[in-house]
């Protein structure tokens, strides 16, 4: 339940409305769809709009921009492409994919169709303003792949090159694996 929440957080921080394109790689350089990582990219959108939808009675948003993310855990590498960052004067947020705002049944069932990666840093969440490059602690990471969900509710994001790139690490919640990456809006 918590980790449905967190990712439900960061895809409720941002503003921003379109979707993207996302593979994931496990060690072995194979993708979830048994594809080389290395020209694999898949639509994770259905209809391919972008924006707020319903979906079997489900809400969901998908984002469409130039940004990535990368993220690194328990061995496997999803990359998402596509995605939109919101950069104010005291937050960072980045979004990429689908998400699914719900946790009943058909929402959990939806999530398996789709990847999603948030990130957001600031006043939004830890209360404190990310205005400026620098390392921020209290960040929320989160991403779905198709229904296997990653997140880490404080993590350390370091914010570069005007707030338009970074790095971020933490330990997945419920778990001890760590959880890496980088990210470029």
């Given at each position: ?5 967190v ?20 060690s072995?350089g194979?993708?979830a ?15 391919g ?8 009675g ?21 990359t ?8 104010t ?39 404190k ?14 991403a779905?792949?198709h ?9 350390t ?19 001890q ?7 470029t809006?």
């Open positions: 339940m918590l980790r449905i929440i990712v439900a957080l960061v895809g409720c921080v941002l503003l921003a409305a379109c979707g993207g394109k996302q593979s994931s790689t496990d072995s194979t993708t769809g048994g594809q080389s990582s290395a020209s694999s990219s898949s639509n994770n959108s259905s209809s709009a972008c924006g707020v939808r319903q979906e079997n489900v809400n969901t948003r998908t984002f469409c921009g130039t940004a990535t993310a990368q993220m690194d855990v328990g061995g496997k590498t999803l998402f492409e596509k995605g939109e960052c919101e950069i004067s005291d937050t960072f947020a980045l979004n990429a994919g689908t998400i699914v705002l719900g946790s009943d049944d058909t929402a959990n069932t939806l999530r398996q169709k789709y990847a999603y990666f948030g990130a957001t840093v600031g006043q939004k969440v830890s209360g303003d990310a205005a400026t490059d620098g390392a921020y602690t209290g960040a929320v990471v989160a779905n792949d229904g296997t969900g990653y997140s880490a509710g404080n993590a994001v370091t914010l570069k090159n005007n707030r338009k790139s970074g790095e971020f690490t933490g330990t997945k919640i419920g778990s694996d760590t959880i890496t990456g980088t990210f809006c």
